[in-house]
T-cell receptor, first 113, second 118 residues
Framework: AQSVSQHNHHVILSEAASLELGCNYS??????LFWYVQYPGQHLQLLLK??????LVKGIKGFEAEFIKSKFSFNLRKPSVQWSDTAEYFC???????????FGRGTSLIVHP | GAVVSQHPSRVICKSGTSVKIECRSL??????MFWYRQFPKQSLMLMAT?????????EQGVEKDKFLINHASLTLSTLTVTSAHPEDSSFYIC??????????????FGSGTRLTVV
């Protein structure tokens, strides 16, 4: 079975700092990759997704993620974070044989103004 | 876009009582609903998958008699935690899909329910 690892459990940054959240998965076949964000008191929202094509995916709110197949990674990045980016971020992977994604444990991001 | 409404957002109940959580798709027909549970500092764990009109498929280790799932219509699925105990306190979240996971690939999520059993 596939697994998804998010190595950064807690990240604390100051505004304008750059962000990179790691996501690694353990599956050798075709994957669909997702990043979700959950703002305090709100529901999960899709930030971006990758299915095929350009491995550099642009999402909402200035986020992007790069799929590196050789590293089984799909790291999330943002060049300059804002206080409003404070949230929980989840990476998820769906394999070709399943229509249910597997989630990572999440990364809590706190951005200080 | 697709919207999923989940109620209640927070509930506190006494040990031994039952709690029902509703998940509604507001603007699309959800042929498949997923119920997840999130423990603090852990990932979302899939509890069960329900297809409209069919019995839910539970993940290993999830007690089907304790977590009753009903998906009687294309827009409503309910999760009932029966005889709740403090260890059932958690964050429960549903997600819905319109075409067996292919409609939007984004799996529209409800807003979640924080259950506290005292």
């Amino acid at each position: 079975a596939q697994s998804v690892s998010q190595h950064n459990h807690h990240v604390i940054l100051s505004e304008a700092a750059s962000l990179e959240l790691g996501c690694n998965y353990s599956y050798g076949g075709t994957v669909n990759l997702f990043w979700y964000v959950q703002y305090p008191g709100q529901h999960l929202q899709l930030l971006l997704k990758y299915f095929s094509g350009d491995p550099l995916v642009k999402g909402i709110k200035g986020f992007e993620a790069e799929f590196i197949k050789s590293k089984f990674s799909f790291n999330l990045r943002k060049p300059s974070v804002q206080w409003s980016d404070t949230a929980e971020y989840f990476c998820a992977v769906k394999t070709g044989g399943s229509y249910i994604p597997t989630f990572g444990r999440g990364t809590s991001l706190i951005v200080h103004p | 876009g697709a919207v999923v409404s989940q109620h209640p957002s927070r509930v506190i109940c006494k040990s031994g009582t039952s709690v029902k959580i509703e998940c509604r798709s507001l603007d699309f027909q959800a042929t498949t609903m997923f119920w997840y549970r999130q423990f603090p500092k852990q990932s979302l764990m899939l509890m069960a998958t329900s297809n409209e009109g069919s019995k839910a498929t539970y993940e290993q280790g999830v007690e089907k008699d304790k977590f009753l799932i009903n998906h009687a219509s294309l827009t409503l699925s309910t999760l009932t935690v029966t005889s709740a105990h403090p260890e059932d306190s958690s964050f429960y979240i549903c997600s819905a899909s319109g075409d067996r996971g292919k409609a939007n690939y984004g799996y529209t999520f409800g807003s979640g329910t924080r259950l506290t059993v005292v």
